[in-house]
């Protein structure tokens, strides 16, 4: 067996050191693995061309947690060797929908998640993220706080091998909700959408919201948040075969509908974090308008 000289190892260590503080200089909260850099979160907003080169060199990183309108279609082509991601998530991207190309880089890719993606920008319509049909592995997508609404909904549809899906804070109306029937989903967050709009912006969920959800048998967890609610959601409920774990949270309904929920599903774990009436008033009234 050959040895490998002791310096020749110091050498190799220190190197490594250095290739991590690259990334810290930069603002960078790291994490390393055996000595190789798998975990990074950085915000990019003074990030220049050269900084995202630099960024994308680290091809270990496994996890990647990003922010910023730095990131663009071209920034995040730097970014395309990266090819060992495995959770990826952005806030305040600046993507086009034909930047979302970029993403079929990221072939091992199995939880994926956008915050504020191009808020109010007419590049970005939503229809772009049916290139996410290319990463094979996605099983977990976040889109929240987003002006794209219901064609966002329709190109999510697309993307047949999701298990679970996260979304509140968007523009799709009830009709944009119906697209989720397409997927084989395991676990749902759904939440309300914010009246960017003005006042009569359409909600995107509530009672009726149910009578959808009903219809996705494959569903195990579901999580209700920002709307008004009652116990006339039991029917519904009751319609899902599978369901075991119920999160009720940032909801208006009384604590005798949620005893009545839980009555009605003696096989499902229900958890409810009940509102204030304060919070009620600041929430739900005045930045959501409900």
Partial sequence: MKLVPLFLCIIAGHLQASDANILTKLGAKVSETAG???????????????????LGSFTTIKDLTISGKTITDETLALLTGLTNLERLSSDGIQLT??????????????????????FRSEKFTGSGLAH?????????????????????????????????????????TQAGN???????????????????????????????????????????SLELTEARLSAKIILH????????????????????????????LPHCQVVFKPMSDADKEATLVKKLRL
């Fill in 132 to 172: 996410l049909k290319a990463l094979p592995k996605l099983e977990q997508l976040t889109f929240a706080g987003s002006t794209a609404g219901d064609v966002a909904m329709e190109a999510i549809s697309q993307l047949t091998q999701l298990k679970e899906f996260r979304t509140w804070h968007t523009a799709q």
């Fill in 97 to 118: 929908d034909a930047g979302y190309k970029n993403f079929a880089a990221f072939q091992k890719l199995k939880a994926l998640s956008f915050f504020h993606p191009a």
């Fill in 178 to 220: 119906a697209h989720l029937l397409k997927l084989p989903l395991t676990a749902l967050r759904i939440g309300q959408r914010l009246p960017i709009w003005g006042k009569d912006s359409p909600v995107s969920f509530d009672e009726s919201t149910l009578t959808t959800l009903a219809q996705i048998k494959t569903l195990e």
């Fill in 237 to 264: 409920l009751q319609a899902l075969p599978k369901l075991s774990q119920l999160k009720i949270e940032t909801v208006d309904i009384s604590p005798a509908d949620v005893e009545a929920i839980k009555a009605a």
């Fill in 36 to 54: 190789a850099v798998t975990q990074v979160s950085v915000k990019c907003d003074a990030f220049t061309e050269a900084d995202f080169r630099t």
